[in-house]
């Protein structure tokens, strides 16, 4: 067994420190709100859905953590009251419920134990995640374990790696079943053997959540002990050529897409030559690097098997077993933890816990004749269905609503309630066994919902004046070294329907899929239009008068709202500008109030004020008059600033152009403004869009009217991007791109959801033109494919 | 041609029109229209163009603009007492929209004058306040070619028609010949209601509008009439006269000509028949 932790640089000893000092000086007033959101969030620290909670983000590299870490991370969550920690898809584990002012010493704690929440959120490298089986996997063709510490250690020493344009997320699978989802990361490796000579297919510019993708192959093969220039290469093309002014585009995924992969390749390989001049080590190579001759290809839920009480996975180390301990949803609580950290102590010889894609800890190196003595202590500490799996573990589902600030609707409850209707009606092991029910609680990707078998993600329906929680179902999302595929959507089910409809689709998978056959098989033989028949009879909605229930989501009494619905965590680099520009704002009002001749100072005032969120809808410029029009196009057309500022507006240009007086008097006006700005920004979410109070409602509303279907396949060139741009605008601008078309061309037109998705296509109806498609871009937008019928 | 970012946020309620669309927007922005008289239905007129984006606008009148005037002719302002009104008119045209050229012809319309003039543009509003002056127009718009549209006020009552000379009834078919001195309106019931300049006006420059972007039916052989007290809009269908002597099988006005001015003497007054 080699080494499964990480060293961490001093450099994260001095960050904490800085942070302790950012900390004290916003506790005392002295730092605004939102530049302590720009550092806390690099640093792992997010607000949680209720003001003033904080959640830690601790990074698990390759998700191996020892005895001796699971019990400092249980003391910590004890002493600081976190109460229900949660193990994460990409490995973390997140202590809730923290105050800000806990913070410091909560990092000094970790630093001590050898963790780090460095890096856990924000534009940065994110933790390296791999195939909890790696090491001991009969299918693996080595251990990728010491390549994933190499390359953790390598990038959480850099600054560069903590100002990227967005967050950077590298994955490593020990085979080509892919586990570990290499293929679905901005950078994944996948272990291949050639001649002997132990090495990765390299996969670049993968992806979920807005427009998912899958990597494109940049290597057959590369020698492993290249990871480390690979991974530093491609995070300096990142920090090149990704698009920092466009937030929504900004993964390394859309700038592969812009270069084309080809192009990319060529600049990654000149890049990773230009990184091993400059003296960037090659990976050691570890002595005992062996892996499996012919690895059978195969996911490791195919591997396991049941013994007594235990569902397990033979080693290919002879005499042991691994197993998985199901945590539902990755929830645990600092006493289990604890209690697993003494089983892993007793049991393990690796004196390990594994964190799982799945939100499971993996239990590894149990000798096989302990496993009867193992099933008896974690029936103790886990509970009776915790060693096997029951259907309630076929669900990955994030937390939602119930505690992030971008979830619409509560997964978890939902997935509860699939669960308790698929226990109840014989759903065997095996069935369980082929699929993984990946539940996110929004369009964003935490549960991974592109790549499970069944993929379901929460969206809002309206039906007449009221909101129904519903899901929008994928299906037939398949992972394997160059087959990885996500998911097609088959259309979008109540969340009061949903048990149901899960129910039936399983019991015909059940009944009806040949010996041993994978669901995305299954979908193959049966097709699309088959599922969609099948979801098309849970898909009525009763009158509200008939079922209120239809209205609420699982779980609760009240009806189904968005409010509460509010700012991001993420994209720091965005916020910063924000905020120094609305602090610039206020620098000059206040010098207003002392000067004789106030014009200067208020017009600086003014400008600031109205560039401060121009940003957000891309557009980083000091043109003011490019700056004063933006913000009417943006703010006051759409409403979110009132029409009675554009006489301010109109006088900003005045004094521009001389005329000494325009501004006079005027500094309460722009008092007004700066603080309609600011409430707007406070309400603004991780997407750039804003949640003003009087506007609750509408924001991520989808069109019952409107199908979901799958990725229209256009080029980018007959593609018009008029998210971001209001109704009528938004029409008019792609009437006038249609006009200059031949007869019979089509246009690809992306639009935000609410008001346009449901203006646009009927207007263009209206004029003869015909619609082939609408379909969800899967981040709360739509692409309208129009084809021109009509001159 | 390719409107700017500026433009197509300008004119995004045309556009959204399917008559009219980005194609029509700039069918108006290549459009030239000429608006004979800067007065009460002249800067209605005149200030509608602008905002549509008709990329042309000539304004002829030789008047300088008095207080009097600006009870109905809203191209003026009070600072603008005594400034030539095609130089007042043409000031506020720019100003709503920078995209229209506006091209000045300070002097009265007359038989030397008129056909060199009208020979520039597409479509002419015919915004003049006296008989004879509407004779003039119609009978130049019928030598140079030109459609046009009238409108004529008096009190609570407007009239307006349009004219496409050597296919649609004239303002001759219709009216032969300026009316006898004795007919005329004495000047206590000349007065009209302000207003109605800007209801006629608009009308012609619906007119004028619907003519560069051909679409719709224009107001040919009728005779609008409109009475602001019965708050009434009247249609006189008619056709085309066989026997006009302007547009007729063999016509008797054969070339332009200056009909004699027709106005009612009053103490230190111009005040004409027809009022604008």
């Known amino acids: 067994m080699t080494s499964t932790t990480c060293r961490l640089p001093e450099e994260l000893a001095r960050d904490i420190e800085q942070h302790a000092h950012d900390v004290e000086r916003f506790l005392k007033g002295e730092l605004s709100a939102s530049i302590l959101k720009s550092r806390r969030v690099p640093r792992g620290i997010y607000e949680q859905r209720q003001n003033g909670d904080y959640m830690v983000r601790v990074r698990v590299p390759g998700g191996a953590i020892s005895a001796a870490q699971a019990r400092a991370l249980a003391g910590i969550a004890a002493h600081y009251g976190c109460g229900t920690m949660h193990v994460t898809t990409r490995q973390d584990i997140q202590l809730h419920n923290v105050q800000i002012g806990q913070t410091p010493e909560i990092m000094r704690e970790l630093y001590r134990s050898g963790l780090t929440s460095k890096g856990g959120g924000g534009n940065t490298v994110r933790n390296v995640t791999a195939c909890p089986y790696a090491g001991i996997c009969p299918a693996e063709r080595f251990d990728v374990t010491p390549f994933v510490l190499a390359v953790t250690e390598h990038l959480i020493g850099l600054a560069g790696s903590y100002n990227l344009p967005r967050k950077y997320k590298i994955a490593f699978s020990g085979c080509g079943a892919d586990c570990a989802m290499a293929q679905v990361n901005d950078l994944g490796f996948i272990a291949q053997i050639r001649d002997g000579v132990p090495g990765f297919s390299v996969f670049a510019g993968g992806g979920m959540g807005a427009e998912s993708r899958v990597g494109d192959r940049m290597e057959q093969w590369a020698p492993a002990t290249e990871a480390i220039r690979i991974a530093e290469a491609v995070r300096r093309l990142f920090d090149r050529l990704g698009d920092r002014r466009n937030r929504r585009r900004a993964r390394l995924r859309f700038a592969v897409e812009r270069v084309g992969a080809d192009a990319f390749r060529g600049m990654l390989r000149e890049s990773a030559r230009a990184v091993a001049d400059e003296g960037v080590p090659a990976c050691e190579m570890p002595a005992d690097l062996a892996g499996a001759d012919a690895p059978p290809h195969g996911d490791y839920r195919a591997l396991l098997v049941q013994t007594g009480e235990l569902n397990v996975l033979r080693q290919r180390q002879a005499g042991y077993a691994a197993v998985p301990l199901q945590l539902p949803f990755g929830q645990i609580s600092w006493r289990l933890l604890e209690a697993l950290a003494g089983i892993a102590e007793r049991f393990s010889l690796e004196k390990m816990l594994r964190i799982t894609q799945d939100q499971n800890l993996l239990l590894r190196f149990v000798r096989v004749s302990d496993l009867d003595a193992l099933g008896l202590e974690i029936r103790r500490a886990l509970g009776p269905d915790a060693g096997r799996r029951a259907a309630l573990h076929s669900f990955i589902a994030c937390t939602g609503a119930a505690t992030c600030r971008l979830g619409l609707c509560l997964p978890q409850n939902a997935a509860r309630a699939c669960a308790e209707a698929m226990s109840g009606d014989g759903i065997d092991f095996a069935t369980l066994q082929a699929v993984d029910i990946r539940i996110n609680g929004c369009p964003n990707a935490c549960a991974q919902h592109p790549i499970g078998t069944i993929g379901l993600f929460g969206v809002a329906q309206r039906v007449g004046e009221r909101l129904v929680p519903s899901y929008r179902v994928l299906l037939g999302a398949r992972r394997g070294e160059g087959r990885t595929r996500l998911g097609q959507a088959a259309g979008t089910v109540p969340a009061r329907a949903l048990p149901a409809f899960i129910l039936e689709l399983l019991r015909e998978f059940q009944t009806g899929r040949a010996p041993s056959e994978a669901f995305a098989e299954y979908f193959d033989r049966q097709g699309l239009g088959h599922f969609q028949t099948l979801l098309e009879r849970h898909t009525s909605t009763p009158s509200y008068a008939d079922d209120p229930g239809f209205y609420r989501d699982w779980g609760r009494d009240e009806d189904f709202t968005l409010a509460g619905r509010g700012a991001g965590e993420c994209g720091a680099g965005v916020f910063e500008v924000i905020a120094e520009d609305l602090s610039a704002a206020n620098k000059a009002l206040e010098q207003a109030q002392n000067e004789t001749e106030p014009g200067d100072a208020l017009y600086h005032a003014l400008l600031a004020t109205v560039r401060a969120l121009a940003i957000t809808r891309g557009l980083d410029t000091q043109d003011p008059d490019l700056i004063l029009r933006a913000f009417e196009t943006h703010f006051v057309d759409t409403g979110l600033i009132d029409g009675g500022f554009r006489g301010l507006l109109a006088r900003a240009r005045g004094y521009r152009e001389g005329w000494r007086e325009a501004l006079a008097g005027r500094r309460e006006e722009i008092r007004r403004l700066l603080d309609r700005v600011e409430l707007l920004y406070s309400t603004m979410d991780a997407d750039l869009h804003f949640h003003p109070p009087e506007a609750e409602a509408c924001a991520a509303v989808a069109s019952s009217s409107a199908p979901g279907t799958g990725p229209a396949g256009l080029t980018a060139a007959a593609e018009l991007d008029l998210r971001g741009v209001a109704c009528p605008m938004n029409f008019v601008k792609a009437k006038l791109r249609l006009e200059n078309l031949e007869l019979g061309a089509t246009l690809g037109v992306l639009l935000d959801d609410g008001e346009p998705i449901r203006n646009v296509p009927a207007s263009f109806r209206n004029e003869g033109q015909e619609i082939s498609e609408i379909s969800a871009t899967g981040d709360g937008h739509w692409r309208m494919t129009l084809r021109k019928t009509k001159e | 041609m390719n409107l700017t970012e500026r433009q197509i946020e300008r004119y995004?309620?045309?556009?959204?029109?399917?008559?009219?669309?980005?194609?029509?927007?700039?069918?108006?922005?290549?459009?030239?229209?000429?608006?004979?008289?800067?007065?009460?239905?002249?800067?209605?007129?005149?200030?509608?163009?602008?905002?549509?984006?008709?990329?042309?606008?000539?304004?002829?009148?030789?008047?300088?603009?008095?207080?009097?005037?600006?009870?109905?002719?809203?191209?003026?302002?009070?600072?603008?007492?005594?400034?030539?009104?095609?130089?007042?008119?043409?000031?506020?045209?720019?100003?709503?929209?920078?995209?229209?050229?506006?091209?000045?012809?300070?002097?009265?319309?007359?038989?030397?004058?008129?056909?060199?003039?009208?020979?520039?543009?597409?479509?002419?509003?015919?915004?003049?306040?006296?008989?004879?002056?509407?004779?003039?127009?119609?009978?130049?718009?019928?030598?140079?070619?030109?459609?046009?549209?009238?409108?004529?006020?008096?009190?609570?009552?407007?009239?307006?028609?349009?004219?496409?000379?050597?296919?649609?009834?004239?303002?001759?078919?219709?009216?032969?010949?300026?009316?006898?001195?004795?007919?005329?309106?004495?000047?206590?019931?000349?007065?009209?209601?302000?207003?109605?300049?800007?209801?006629?006006?608009?009308?012609?420059?619906?007119?004028?509008?619907?003519?560069?972007?051909?679409?719709?039916?224009?107001?040919?052989?009728?005779?609008?009439?409109?009475?602001?007290?019965?708050?009434?809009?009247?249609q006189v269908v008619f056709k085309r006269n066989a026997a006009c002597q302007l547009c007729g099988g063999s016509p008797s006005i054969t070339a332009l000509r200056d009909e004699a001015p027709i106005a009612c003497v009053c103490a230190g007054g111009r005040c004409e028949t027809a009022v604008t």
């Open chain 2, 12 to 234: 995004s309620r045309h556009i959204i029109l399917p008559e009219v669309g980005g194609k029509g927007q700039a069918k108006l922005l290549a459009g030239r229209i000429l608006i004979v008289g800067a007065g009460g239905l002249g800067s209605p007129a005149a200030l509608y163009l602008a905002a549509a984006g008709v990329g042309t606008i000539g304004l002829a009148d030789g008047d300088v603009v008095d207080l009097s005037n600006l009870q109905r002719q809203i191209a003026h302002a009070t600072s603008d007492i005594g400034r030539a009104k095609v130089e007042s008119a043409a000031e506020k045209c720019r100003a709503i929209n920078p995209d229209v050229t506006v091209r000045l012809h300070p002097e009265h319309i007359r038989a030397e004058n008129a056909l060199a003039i009208f020979k520039e543009y597409d479509f002419v509003i015919d915004g003049t306040d006296s008989f004879a002056a509407k004779f003039l127009v119609a009978d130049a718009c019928h030598f140079a070619g030109k459609p046009y549209a009238h409108a004529g006020i008096l009190r609570f009552e407007g009239q307006a028609m349009t004219v496409i000379p050597g296919r649609t009834g004239c303002y001759r078919c219709l009216f032969h010949e300026p009316p006898p001195p004795n007919a005329v309106p004495s000047c206590s019931q000349a007065g009209v209601l302000g207003v109605l300049a800007g209801i006629m006006g608009t009308i012609q420059a619906a007119e004028a509008v619907k003519y560069l972007l051909g679409i719709g039916e224009l107001l040919t052989n009728r005779l609008l009439v409109f009475d602001a007290l019965k708050m009434t809009f009247r």
